[in-house]
T-cell receptor, first 114, second 112 residues
């Protein structure tokens, strides 16, 4: 069975541009969350979506937004990119949203902002 | 004070050694405790999952949770060079949340 899949795997953007990252959860999983991992740090929670509704939001500016589609896939959008947005963006999925459900991560999308 | 503290290392051990990795936390609401392994430039891979206090064993890996001390540990027995990676502890509170709070990660190298 396929795990959590993310695209693109690597991308380079210029300051001020916009980026869209995509995620397909494990088949049957209805909850998707997004994390940002800066080099040398642990992942930081950005958003969680369950059944297409936002369930949680981390301490990130409004430039970050996300949504979940009827097939439970998700996309993360970041506007007005800053150099500090350069990071590994991880998508995770679980059956019904953590709190007892195992959470699985994808391989991530490496974003470099120049 | 950070919610989850983890010594970033690096930690270097000879092959066959017992490795002990630890995290402390401050939020008493945490109920679910996980250890992830992350190879360089890859996504985190779930190793161990524990609910509340106690021990859990899986092959060469043992996870311990002491909620009274707010302290969790991961032990790796008979360590192998393939165990060389960054180990991340992660925790969450109840309520169907996928909001995990991670430690910084400990970089482990097992030397042949």
């Amino acid at each position: 069975d396929a795990g959590v899949t993310q695209s693109p795997t690597h991308l380079i953007k210029t300051r001020g541009q916009h980026v869209t990252l995509r995620c397909s959860p494990i088949s049957g999983h209805k909850s998707v969350s997004w994390y940002q991992q800066v080099l040398g740090q642990g992942p930081q929670f950005i958003f969680q979506y369950y059944e297409k509704e936002e369930r949680g939001r981390g301490n990130f500016p409004d430039r970050f937004s996300a949504r979940q589609f009827p097939n439970y896939s998700s996309e993360l959008n970041v506007n007005a990119l800053l150099l500090g947005d350069s990071a590994l963006y991880l998508c995770a999925s679980s059956l019904a949203g953590g709190g007892g459900n195992t959470i699985y991560f994808g391989e991530g999308s490496w974003l470099t902002v120049v | 004070q950070k919610e989850v503290e983890q010594d970033p290392g690096p930690l270097s051990v000879p092959e066959g050694a017992i490795v002990s990795l630890n995290c402390t936390y401050s939020n008493s609401a945490f109920q679910y405790f996980m250890w992830y392994r992350q190879y360089s430039r890859k996504g985190p891979e779930l190793l161990m999952y524990t609910y509340s206090s106690g021990n859990k064993e899986d092959g060469r890996f043992t996870a311990q949770v002491d909620k009274s001390s707010k302290y969790i540990s991961l032990f790796i027995r008979d360590s192998q060079p393939s165990d060389s990676a960054t180990y991340l502890c992660a925790m969450s509170a109840q309520g169907g949340s996928e909001k995990l709070v991670f430690g910084k990660g400990t970089k482990l190298t097992v030397n042949p």
